[in-house]
């Protein structure tokens, strides 16, 4: 009977505590449930708080930059702040170089001495033509090059001029040889070294020599005219074209003013005069303003110079009926007396045969430089 009483109170415990253990999962899962709206209604609030902000700061920020942008490109763009000033300038442009002109004229100090503690020698001024950017062209051929008023052609080595067309500005004339051509420069050496040039050191000499950097100091005129000229300052010679020597005028103050050499009162007097012919400004590159009847020698020698690029062409056209007979090489520099003489015959048959004679050592196309008269 003992045993029947503790079993059944054994029983009654173990229900009881089933019972239990039951209610409190409920009302777990109650509580839980009862929970989670408020949960997902704080998750819809953070959404909708998000979604809100988000799209503020965005509408915000574009609209911003968009602004702010437009308004910085199209300020830069439209209103260009050289306009007025370059329209000002052509409008004065006589005046300002003018004043340029008077500039140079008022910084060229007079000296009528005559005297130089150094004698003049051409040597000392360099061996020739310089190739100073290594290309194979010396001097003499950029400077043709440049001057040609349509493009040249090169020989077979690339490095010199064949065939080209020039206007030789002294004397107002065209030419499609390039052999009957001298360069010259601007302001002779002999002038130079009686200017102040004689204490300049041996690199500054070279350098004045083969100057490319001024399109004034360097010019290709006719052999005829740079012999003519010689190394006569402006108050001596005047080139036989008078249309050019305002330019004249202006190009020769310009290289004596840049490397500060010095003038003669003649020399200064004949320049100011020549700057009165001047109707327009003069040119800053050098050039002449090409005479309005250009057109006509063009038209003549232009449909070969179209066909002439092949070099052979072009001299069979132009010499065949008058080309003189090829000396060879018959002659040498002890044979003239004087540099012109020796010039006068390496002209002669140069542009057809080339230096037959061996006359011209440095390859500048002036032939026995060591003789008297030589520029």
């Known amino acids: 009977m003992r045993r029947f009483f503790l079993a059944l109170t054994i029983y009654f415990l173990v229900s009881a505590c089933g019972s239990s253990t039951e209610s409190v999962e409920t009302s777990s899962i109650d509580s839980a449930l009862e929970a989670a709206p408020s949960s997902v209604a704080q998750e819809e609030t953070t959404t909708t708080q998000t979604e809100t902000t988000t799209t503020a700061r965005t509408e915000t920020t574009t609209t911003a930059r968009t602004e702010t942008t437009t308004t910085t490109q199209t300020e830069t763009t439209v209103v260009p702040t050289t306009s007025?000033?370059?329209?000002e300038?052509?409008?004065?442009?006589?005046?300002?170089?003018?004043?340029?002109?008077?500039n140079q004229i008022d910084s060229l100090v007079v000296n009528d001495s005559g005297q130089t503690p150094v004698p003049?020698?051409?040597?000392?001024?360099?061996s020739g033509w310089g190739d100073e950017d290594g290309d194979c062209i010396n001097t003499r051929h950029e400077v043709l090059i440049l001057e040609s008023l349509e493009p040249v052609t090169l020989n077979a080595s690339g490095c010199s001029v064949a065939s080209g067309y020039w206007y030789g500005a002294f004397a107002g004339t065209y030419t499609s040889l390039p052999g009957s051509l001298d360069i010259d420069h601007f302001v002779p050496l002999a002038n130079a070294h009686h200017s102040g040039g004689w204490a300049w050191s041996a690199e500054k000499k070279?350098?004045?020599?083969?100057?490319?950097?001024?399109?004034?100091?360097?010019?290709?005129?006719?052999?005829?005219?740079?012999?003519?000229?010689g190394a006569r300052g402006p108050d001596e010679w005047k080139p036989a074209d008078t249309s050019y020597w305002c330019q004249y005028a202006f190009s020769w103050i310009n290289v004596k003013s840049r490397w500060r050499l010095s003038v003669t009162s003649a020399e200064l007097e004949a320049l100011l005069s020549m700057?009165?012919?001047?109707?327009?400004?003069?040119?800053?590159?050098?050039?002449?303003?090409?005479?309005?009847?250009?057109?006509?020698?063009p038209t003549t020698t232009s449909p070969p110079t179209t066909t002439s690029p092949?070099?052979?062409?072009?001299?069979?056209?132009?010499t065949t009926s008058a080309a003189p007979s090829n000396p060879g090489d018959t002659v040498n520099c002890g044979d003239f007396s004087t540099w012109v003489e020796a010039k006068a015959w390496f002209d002669t048959y140069y542009p057809y045969y080339g230096d037959v004679g061996r006359l011209d050592q440095d390859g500048d196309l002036n032939p026995c430089e060591s003789l008297p008269g030589a520029p």
Not at 287 to 293: A, D, E, G, Y
């Open 84 to 87: 007025s000033i370059s329209q």
């Open 89 to 102: 300038q052509e409008n004065n442009w006589s005046e300002e170089w003018g004043a340029i002109l008077q």
């Open 120 to 126: 003049y020698d051409r040597d000392d001024w360099g």
């Open 206 to 229: 070279n350098a004045f020599y083969n100057d490319l950097s001024d399109p004034q100091h360097l010019i290709a005129v006719s052999a005829s005219q740079n012999r003519s000229k």
């Open 275 to 297: 700057i009165e012919s001047c109707d327009n400004p003069p040119n800053v590159s050098g050039s002449p303003s090409l005479p309005p009847t250009t057109t006509s020698p």
């Open 310 to 318: 092949p070099t052979t062409t072009s001299p069979p056209t132009t």
